[in-house]
């Protein structure tokens, strides 16, 4: 009896033994793999991207005689370079250059001292200089606005009774305002849509006719501008 019960014990550890090294032998199953959550989107960083839209014109000349107004419109295209900053919560800063041409051309007819006249507007391009701040109401979504130093290469011809008596084509310096929306819709880009507003301030210059102006008059030409922007940014992270 005894060396019964040994023997059955025996055989009972034997077959323990085996049956564990054959499960040790089995190939197991891998753990799913869960992919590592997606870094939080963030504004900090450079970038360098292209624009498209529309230039909005506004000019007048002014003489002794009276004067004359005129709006234009046309087409602008360019690029910009800049840098943000996002700090507490979704607070953004940052500095912008943007370089646009345009061929936002304008012309009226009107008299002065009597003659037909007539007065060409012309804006070749502008260059602004903008510090922003904005908010990410989405961690993607960026609302901002933006104000700074502008500069645009504007003319102005005058024409009396067909002669040209006066012109003013020079590089202006004035200042901007604006604003928009940008939407980060890739790692590394985004795009954006905004307006702003340029005032270039007043030129004056002098023009003659065979009329009360022969010694000369002062003439004053004013410019300012708008534009709608979209375009797309690549950023560096």
């Not at 032998?25 to 960083?45: E, H």
């Not at 502008?126 to 901002?144: E, H, K, M, S």
């Amino acid at each position: 009896m005894r060396k019964s019960s040994i023997g059955l014990i025996t055989a009972v550890t034997f077959g323990v033994a085996a049956s564990q090294a054959l499960a040790a032998d089995l190939p197991r199953k891998a753990p799913a793999y869960v992919p590592p959550a997606p870094p939080p989107a963030t504004w900090t960083g450079c970038y360098i991207g292209g624009n498209i839209g529309g230039a909005f014109g506004h000019a007048s000349v002014d003489t002794p005689f009276g004067g004359v107004s005129d709006d234009g419109s046309g087409f602008a295209a360019g690029g910009q370079v800049g840098c943000d900053y996002q700090f507490t919560g979704g607070w953004v800063i940052g500095i912008r250059d943007n370089f646009d041409w345009t061929n936002n051309n304008r012309s009226r007819t009107f008299t002065v001292d009597g003659f037909p006249s007539v007065a060409n507007f012309n804006n070749q391009w502008f260059d602004t200089l903008t510090g922003r701040i904005g908010y990410a109401f989405q961690p993607n979504v960026l609302a901002y606005f933006q104000g700074g130093a502008a500069w645009g290469h504007t003319s102005t011809n005058l024409t009396v009774a067909g002669v040209q008596t006066a012109q003013t084509s020079n590089t202006r310096t004035g200042w901007t305002v604006g604003g928009g929306f940008e939407w980060m819709f890739a790692p590394h880009w985004s795009a954006f849509i905004e307006g702003n507003y340029m005032d270039f301030g007043s030129r004056d210059g002098t023009f003659v006719d065979t009329g009360a102006c022969v010694a000369g008059c002062v003439w004053h030409a004013k410019a300012t501008e708008s534009n709608i922007l979209v375009g797309v940014n690549y950023r560096f992270f």
